[in-house]
């Protein structure tokens, strides 16, 4: 080179420098666990175990429901689905989510009311920025899904949390939303059954969170990805039921249920006889923001009727006896490792929380510090609590091959043992 050294270095004026999307997306769960992924120890020669997140179709014991794949590979063959479709979605998509809703509704829903996204995490995105008014906040779970965090802080529209009650089989601390709100608030979150606690609300919880939304005149947004993903006593009852009582905005999609969340495919509905989400425009915004954001592809939306229509009672009754079989797994494990205690059995989803007791560990020092250090010498990946709003807390899935959970959870027990205080024999 001539110049050597010399030349004048060039002043590029760029950078990634979007501080709300640095915010947003260090929080974001997969971050956390790629990081977690990335200690893992390539020398070990045990399977890893992935109790970090939840994605059920790893797994032949939980394989997409064949007629969902049959009704996709027809759907591309006919070739009715290969153009762009409305930003509301495709017409026969809208009509099947309506129906399929309207079943357990105390009134029916029609196409207008339903929208397609791109998955349900796309209808969090869509909420959170038709909802972004200035000043504008909304009311999030802790613990939750942080999704909602990263897509409320990348629009400014401020978030505050409200407790689940672990006590209380995590119910919400309806004191504590009364006491969050002021003129400004505009809706309260509630995921239904839980992720990240493995609850199902009942009847008469949800009935109370709809008359305290009504007293504050705020919306319900119930995000209900894991509908009927109910193993336990308590039945599934959408938040819906309740759209008379306040508006709700239910979200749902086909990732969880018919175990396909590589299919992409949600959507959001207003379930709310009364007309208040039309009134106050929330549909026409949501329909305004999905045409200008990603489509959830036409082929997938194409084939949702009959996805819905062919799926029989027996895929969802077997994926269910196996998901309580594992949640019993993990339960039972869990009540065998001394430093860690399960507030709720889990009822429900795929995911349990459970609370790390630091106090008869030696040198951990906090969850982050406890997954790290559990993902390299035992290569279980577990989420940390602090990733969801609760430090010392851990979330599990079981949403994993038993054998492969047992194995898991035995080692978290020997990491246990091993990392354990001496106890003091008197
Ligand atoms: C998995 C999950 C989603 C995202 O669902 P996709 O349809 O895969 O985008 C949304 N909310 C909760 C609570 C979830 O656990």
Same mark, same amino acid.
């Given at each position: 080179?001539?110049?050597?050294?010399? &030349?004048? =270095? @060039?002043?590029?004026?760029? %950078?990634?420098? +979007?501080?709300?999307?640095? *915010? $947003?997306?260090?929080?974001?769960? /997969?971050?956390?666990?790629?990081?977690?992924?990335?200690?893992?120890?390539?020398?070990?020669?045990?399977?890893?175990?992935?109790?970090?997140?939840?994605?059920?179709?790893?797994?032949?014991?939980?394989?997409?429901?064949?007629?969902?794949?049959? &009704?996709? =590979? @027809?759907?591309?063959?006919? %070739?009715?689905? +290969?153009?762009?479709?409305? *930003? $509301?979605?495709?017409?026969?998509? /809208?009509?099947?989510?309506?129906?399929?809703?309207s079943r357990e509704l105390?009134?029916?829903?029609?196409?207008?009311?339903?929208?397609?996204?791109?998955?349900?995490?796309?209808?969090?995105?869509?909420?959170?920025?038709?909802?972004?008014?200035?000043?504008?906040?909304?009311?999030?779970?802790?613990?939750?899904?942080?999704?909602?965090?990263?897509? $409320?802080?990348?629009?400014?529209?401020?978030?505050?949390?409200?407790?689940?009650?672990?006590?209380?089989?995590?119910?919400?601390?309806?004191?504590?939303?009364?006491?969050?709100?002021?003129?400004?608030?505009?809706?309260?979150?509630?995921?239904?059954?839980?992720?990240?606690?493995?609850?199902?609300?009942?009847?008469?919880?949800?009935?109370?969170?709809?008359?305290?939304?009504?007293?504050?005149?705020?919306?319900?947004?119930?995000?209900?990805?894991?509908?009927?993903c109910a193993f336990g006593?308590?039945?599934?009852?959408?938040?819906?039921?309740?759209?008379?009582?306040?508006?709700?905005?239910?979200?749902?999609?086909?990732?969880?249920?018919?175990?396909?969340?590589?299919?992409?495919?949600?959507?959001?509905?207003?379930?709310?006889?009364?007309?208040?989400?039309?009134?106050?425009?929330?549909?026409?915004?949501?329909?305004?923001?999905?045409?200008?954001?990603?489509?959830?592809?036409?082929?997938?939306?194409?084939?949702?009727?009959?996805?819905?229509?062919?799926?029989?009672?027996?895929?969802?009754?077997?994926?269910?006896?196996?998901?309580?079989?594992?949640?019993?797994?993990?339960?039972?494990?869990?009540?065998?490792?001394?430093?860690?205690?399960?507030?709720?059995?889990?009822?429900?989803?795929?995911?349990?929380?459970?609370?790390?007791?630091?106090?008869?560990?030696?040198?951990?020092?906090?969850?982050?510090?406890?997954?790290?250090?559990?993902?390299?010498?035992?290569?279980?990946?577990?989420?940390?609590?602090?990733?969801?709003?609760?430090?010392?807390?851990?979330?599990?899935?079981?949403?994993?091959?038993?054998?492969?959970?047992?194995?898991?959870?035995?080692?978290?027990?020997?990491?246990?043992?091993?990392?354990?205080?001496?106890?003091?024999?008197?």
């Amino acid at each position: 080179m001539e110049n050597g050294g010399e &030349a004048a =270095a @060039a002043k590029w004026r760029f %950078g990634a420098a +979007n501080p709300a999307l640095h *915010a $947003a997306s260090s929080q974001s769960l /997969r971050s956390i666990v790629t990081r977690l992924y990335d200690t893992l120890d390539h020398t070990d020669p045990r399977p890893v175990a992935p109790l970090g997140h939840g994605d059920p179709s790893a797994f032949a014991c939980f394989r997409a429901a064949p007629a969902a794949v049959d &009704a996709l =590979a @027809a759907a591309a063959l006919s %070739g009715k689905h +290969n153009s762009y479709a409305r *930003a $509301a979605g495709v017409e026969e998509a /809208r009509s099947a989510v309506a129906a399929h809703l309207s079943r357990e509704l105390p009134y029916e829903i029609t196409a207008g009311d339903v929208v397609m996204t791109a998955g349900c995490n796309h209808a969090i995105e869509v909420m959170m920025a038709v909802l972004a008014a200035p000043g504008a906040n909304v009311l999030l779970p802790r613990p939750g899904y942080p999704m909602y965090e990263s897509r $409320a802080a990348l629009c400014g529209l401020e978030f505050r949390h409200f407790d689940l009650l672990p006590d209380k089989s995590w119910e919400v601390d309806l004191d504590g939303v009364e006491a969050l709100a002021d003129d400004n608030t505009v809706a309260m979150v509630i995921v239904n059954p839980n992720n990240p606690c493995g609850c199902v609300y009942s009847y008469d919880h949800l009935a109370k969170i709809a008359e305290t939304a009504r007293k504050l005149g705020i919306l319900v947004i119930s995000d209900e990805v894991y509908d009927h993903c109910a193993f336990g006593s308590k039945p599934f009852v959408p938040m819906g039921v309740f759209g008379g009582t306040a508006p709700v905005v239910t979200m749902g999609g086909i990732s969880k249920r018919w175990m396909v969340p590589g299919w992409r495919l949600g959507w959001i509905a207003a379930t709310d006889p009364n007309g208040i989400l039309r009134d106050k425009k929330i549909i026409e915004s949501v329909i305004g923001y999905r045409a200008i954001s990603v489509d959830p592809v036409t082929f997938v939306q194409g084939a949702l009727p009959e996805i819905i229509a062919n799926t029989d009672k027996a895929f969802f009754e077997n994926a269910m006896d196996v998901m309580r079989e594992a949640a019993e797994i993990c339960y039972q494990k869990i009540k065998d490792i001394e430093c860690i205690t399960c507030p709720h059995k889990p009822e429900g989803s795929m995911f349990v929380m459970v609370k790390l007791d630091l106090s008869c560990l030696d040198g951990i020092h906090n969850d982050v510090d406890f997954c790290t250090k559990l993902a390299r010498e035992e290569s279980v990946v577990i989420c940390p609590g602090s990733g969801l709003g609760m430090k010392n807390w851990l979330r599990i899935t079981f949403a994993v091959d038993p054998p492969l959970l047992k194995d898991g959870l035995e080692r978290v027990k020997s990491f246990c043992k091993r990392h354990g205080k001496t106890k003091e024999v008197n």
